[in-house]
C-alpha cells in the first residue's frame, strides 16, 4: 500500500507541475494577445490540476479579453 501511495503522490506532483507549465505558457500568449493559445494552454492547466484557481482565473480573463477583442472587429 505505502507504494501505491507513493506512485499516486508522485504522479499528482507531475501533474501540478506540468500544469503550472501550462499556466506560465499560457501567460505569455496572453501578454502576447494570443488569447486562443493563451485558452488552451490554461484549459490544458485546468485538466491537470481542477482546483488550479490561478488558472482558472486566467481562463475566464483570457476568454474576456478574447471577446472584446471580437467584439471591437
Known amino acids: 500500500m505505502k507504494i501505491i501511495n507513493q506512485i499516486l503522490e508522485k504522479n499528482q ?6 500544469s503550472e507549465e501550462y499556466n506560465r ?11 486562443d493559445a493563451a ?24 476568454k474576456k479579453k478574447k471577446e472584446e477583442e471580437e467584439e471591437r472587429k
Open 13 to 18: 506532483e507531475q501533474r501540478k507541475k506540468k
Open 39 to 62: 485558452i488552451s494552454d490554461y484549459s490544458k492547466a485546468i485538466k491537470l490540476n481542477p482546483d488550479f484557481q490561478v488558472a482558472i482565473n486566467n481562463l475566464k480573463n483570457a
Open 25 to 35: 505558457n499560457g501567460d505569455e500568449h496572453f501578454k502576447n494577445g494570443e488569447y
